[in-house]
T-cell receptor
């Protein structure tokens, strides 16, 4: 079974530029998450989708971050414009569906963003 | 608001030792708890998932326990090996939301 795929693996941009990350979850997984992990900290949820609907985006900085999952499969996360404090690893995860107690989350390799 | 802490922040042990990593959470109304491993520059690898109704789960040399009432989970690693060196993260999923809240992790070094 293929895992969660993310691209690119690394990205370096200047502040105020735009950047986009892509995620393809495990086939059949209805729930998709984007997490931000700053160096030395645990991951923090940015947004959670159930199919193509947003379940939780309460911690997403909506003035600069946006995400979509148009067909309920793959997803893109965009930052525009980027700030220095956005330097982090952006992790995508997926799980089978909400409402199942034994649902395990699987993570991709992440995209390491450096804003200079 | 759920808060998750992990103690210790870092741990260095000689090869062969048995060790315990601790995870604490403030809201006991959890759906499940998952332990992950993260190697430098990599994503998270799932180790064990414990349902809210379970007390423990085992996989190979790993054993995770859950005491929901006291808001604690422990990850026990038997006969540690240098390949176990990584950061270990615990994450809890609440009853009323399906996203995970993570602890800051424990950075483990197993010395040969």
């Amino acid at each position: 079974e293929a895992g969660v795929a993310q691209s690119p693996r690394y990205k370096i941009i200047e502040k105020r530029q735009s950047v986009a990350f892509w995620c393809n979850p495990i086939s059949g997984h209805a729930t998709l998450y984007w997490y931000q992990q700053i160096l030395g900290q645990g991951p923090k949820l940015l947004i959670q989708f159930q199919n193509n609907g947003v379940v939780d985006d309460s911690q997403l900085p909506k003035d600069r971050f946006s995400a979509e999952r148009l067909k309920g499969v793959d997803s893109t996360l965009k930052i525009q414009p980027a700030k220095l404090e956005d330097s982090a690893v952006y992790l995508c995860a997926s799980s089978l569906e909400m409402g199942r107690k034994n649902t395990e989350a699987f993570f991709g390799q992440g995209t390491r963003l450096t804003v200079v | 608001k759920q808060e998750v802490t992990q103690i210790p922040a870092a741990l260095s042990v000689p090869e062969g030792e048995n060790l315990v990593l601790n995870c604490s959470f403030t809201d006991s109304a959890i759906y499940n708890l998952q332990w992950f491993r993260q190697d430098p520059g990599k994503g998270l690898t799932s180790l064990l998932l414990i349902q809210s109704s379970q007390r423990e789960q085992t996989s190979g040399r790993l054993n995770a326990s859950l005491d929901k009432s006291s808001g604690r989970s422990t990850l026990y690693i038997a006969a540690s090996q240098p390949g176990d060196s990584a950061t270990y993260l615990c994450a809890v999923r609440g009853n009323y939301g399906q996203n995970f809240v993570f602890g800051p992790g424990t950075r483990l070094s197993v010395l040969p």
